[in-house]
């Protein structure tokens, strides 16, 4: 809706109307329009004018962003298993398109503890904590 011009179908939605019904009051010159090419155009002015009420647009949010930071420590445990469970997390936390997903592993051989830490989307992190539980249940 730029400029305060809006077309038939915004003005359907916004009075929840049909939108045959608002081309039917454009028509019939009950809803003053302009015509831009195959298209109606309403000005947010006559729109108050038709309505007699103040119209006001909804205001799109931005979607709601969370993150999560997990850091999982797990002792006693071999080589072989640290190097299966930092492919997996690696390798899957790559295939996700658009979306970060960032995996750090940190493995001390002389405590046999890994350290695994995970920053992401919510259901990203959740996600990979499952296939962790899965590998570690094995």
């Given at each position: 809706?730029?400029?305060?011009?809006?077309?038939?179908?915004?003005?359907?939605?916004?009075?929840?109307?049909?939108?045959?019904?608002?081309?039917?009051?454009v028509r019939d010159g009950?809803?003053?329009?302009?015509?831009?090419?195959?298209?109606?155009?309403?000005?947010?002015?006559?729109?108050?004018?038709?309505?007699?009420?103040?119209?006001?647009?909804?205001q799109t949010s931005a979607?709601?962003?969370?993150?999560?930071?997990?850091?999982?420590?797990?002792?006693?445990?071999?080589?072989?298993?640290?190097?299966?469970?930092?492919?997996?997390?690696?390798?899957?936390?790559?295939?996700?398109?658009?979306?970060?997903?960032?995996?750090?592993?940190?493995?001390?051989?002389?405590?046999?503890?890994?350290k695994v830490i995970l920053?992401?989307?919510?259901?990203?992190?959740?996600?990979?904590?499952?296939?962790?539980?899965?590998?570690?249940?094995?």
């Amino acid at each position: 809706m730029t400029d305060g011009l809006y077309s038939v179908e915004q003005v359907a939605e916004l009075l929840g109307l049909h939108v045959r019904t608002v081309r039917s009051y454009v028509r019939d010159g009950k809803l003053p329009a302009a015509r831009i090419g195959k298209q109606y155009r309403i000005t947010h002015e006559d729109l108050e004018a038709f309505t007699g009420l103040p119209i006001t647009t909804p205001q799109t949010s931005a979607p709601r962003h969370a993150e999560s930071s997990c850091i999982v420590e797990i002792d006693d445990i071999d080589r072989a298993t640290v190097d299966r469970i930092t492919t997996l997390l690696t390798a899957t936390a790559g295939t996700r398109g658009g979306q970060r997903m960032r995996v750090e592993t940190s493995y001390d051989p002389a405590r046999n503890r890994l350290k695994v830490i995970l920053l992401g989307s919510l259901a990203d992190s959740a996600r990979l904590l499952d296939y962790l539980d899965g590998i570690l249940s094995s």
